[in-house]
């Protein structure tokens, strides 16, 4: 499973019932495994989908009961190859790796014979995706990027089970949508389109909130915006979440702005921190975070009031958890700190 999400391990049971199928009219076929990262948070919703399930339609991990006994938790960039047991010569290996961000448990899969990746939510086959974490989902997107950017050779002894022979390296295939073609192209367009909308954001903050004019400019120029902007000390317009979201989401329901304003407020939070506080990557990468040049200025954003739910001593407001605080949320004054 590369995440928890309903409509990922929704159809879990199914398969599971269908490979039971399988299994009584034909022995050989093996008990599947059920692997997915462990995440504390979260384990507990994946579980209730296979609570009900028949515990002899999958191999346990454990003798205990529960969660444990279901689940295989994964190690980052471990691999499980499996073999055709006609020809044992015929292997296709899988490599989890550990891409959080749009969820905490998010796996992203390389096909390594033939350099493919299944990206889960990371990268949708149109449009684009949601995050939890926007500073993890970066990474992972980088993450994804490096791994994409090395050309592997098939092993020695081992002939592969290319699905498109060479052509095949570089494509991703989405959790949602049409396979991608061309991978490392739609990563670093993912993580440019992230860059772009931090710009936007850093762009309207100069201006004044209800200035059309204004609004259209820092939307379609941000980078010249801000470059004429610079050194400059133009008065501060405090912006909400709100007033962002009617410029950024313009063709949106109202009733939808809860929903879109998770990943703004991200960006707010992001911005509000220095590159050194923002937290690292639970893997190794060897590229910075990407951030607009904006950044190296240090903090840009600060939140000038805290909304009534706060729950830790941070300056820097919460995420909210329900839809009343959102709509709390969105009402909060944001003021550019350059
Ligand atoms: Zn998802």
């Not at 290319?162 to 949602?176: I, K, R």
């Not at 204004?214 to 915006?225: H, W, Y």
């Not at 902007?229 to 410029?247: A, G, M, N």
Request: glycine share 6%; net charge negative.
């Amino acid at each position: 499973m590369t995440h928890w999400h309903h409509d990922h391990v929704g159809g879990m049971p199914y398969i599971l019932r269908m490979l039971e199928k399988l299994r009584a009219q034909d022995p050989r076929v093996p008990k599947p495994r059920i692997h997915k990262f462990a995440e504390k948070k979260t384990d507990s919703t994946f579980f209730d989908r296979v609570a009900d399930v028949n515990p002899e339609a999958y191999e346990p991990y454990s003798e205990s009961v529960g969660l444990e006994a279901v689940l295989w938790p994964l190690r980052d960039i471990q691999t499980i190859t499996v073999s055709d047991p006609e020809d044992t010569n015929l292997t296709s290996s899988v490599r989890a790796v550990f891409t959080p961000g749009h969820a905490a448990d998010h796996a992203s899969l390389l096909l390594e014979e033939d350099n493919i990746l299944m990206t889960g939510d990371n990268v949708l086959g149109r449009g684009s995706t949601v995050f939890e974490d926007l500073v993890m989902y970066l990474r992972s997107l980088q993450r994804s990027l490096a791994l994409m950017s090395i050309r592997r050779p098939t092993l020695p002894g081992i002939y592969g089970t290319p699905l498109a022979g060479n052509a095949g390296e570089n494509v991703l295939y989405p959790g949602h949508g049409p396979v991608v073609p061309k991978g490392r192209d739609t990563l670093r367009r993912y993580i440019k389109h992230r860059l772009e909308r931090e710009e936007q954001i850093l762009a309207l903050l100069l201006g004044t909130p209800g200035d059309k004019t204004f609004s259209t400019e820092a939307m379609a120029f941000p980078e010249k915006i801000l470059a004429s902007y610079q050194h400059t000390k133009q008065p501060r317009h405090p912006w909400t979440l709100h007033q962002l979201i009617e410029v950024l989401y313009a063709d949106y329901d109202t009733k939808m702005y809860p929903a879109v304003a998770n990943g703004l407020f991200m960006h707010l939070k992001k911005l509000s921190r220095t590159l050194e506080e923002l937290p690292n990557a639970p893997f190794y990468i060897a590229d910075p975070l990407p951030t607009t040049p904006w950044t190296k200025e240090g903090r840009l954003v600060r939140c000038t009031r805290l909304p009534s739910f706060q729950y830790t001593t941070e300056s820097i407001p919460d995420a909210a958890r329900n839809e009343q605080e959102w709509w709390e949320l969105m009402s909060v004054p944001w003021v550019l700190a350059v």
